[in-house]
């Protein structure tokens, strides 16, 4: 196949059909008049954890846990320890709340806080994992 000028794709691969005629797998016929059609079931997806280590001046982790207990489900402590003056605190976060986080560790410290990322994904005792 030919490729545009600058493309180095060949031409087909910019044109994908996108309707049920073409992706059957995507789209399941629908129910025939005595015939049974396959029910669509959801399946939940749930995004991994990221586990995380927040180090703060004492003065400011009773605000910071505060602010991360309004954050609801996207953050758990899952530990905390005071260690001379500063609170360490272990967290499991959505990675979708890393910034905000981020930015409330460095509000609430003036800078004197820090964050540590200890692993990208979580994975569950009870979950089957894959190498």
């Not at 005595?34 to 605000?63: D, F, H, L, Q």
């Not at 605190?89 to 964050?115: F, N």
Request: net charge neutral; proline share 8%; aromatic share 2%.
């Amino acid at each position: 196949t030919s490729t545009r000028e600058g493309d180095h794709r060949p031409r087909h691969l910019g044109r994908v059909p996108l309707g049920p005629e073409h992706h059957p797998q995507l789209h399941p016929p629908p129910a025939q008049g005595g015939g049974c059609a396959v029910p669509y079931r959801s399946i939940p997806i749930e995004r991994a954890m990221m586990r995380m280590k927040v180090v703060t001046p004492v003065r400011a982790s009773n605000k910071i846990r505060k602010c991360l207990s309004k954050l609801g489900q996207g953050v758990k402590v899952e530990s905390e320890e005071k260690v001379e003056e500063e609170m360490v605190m272990i967290l499991l976060v959505d990675p979708g709340q890393y910034r905000g986080i981020d930015q409330l560790v460095k509000d609430e410290t003036q800078g004197a806080g820090s964050m540590e990322l200890l692993n990208l994904k979580e994975v569950r005792d009870d979950e089957e994992k894959l190498e």
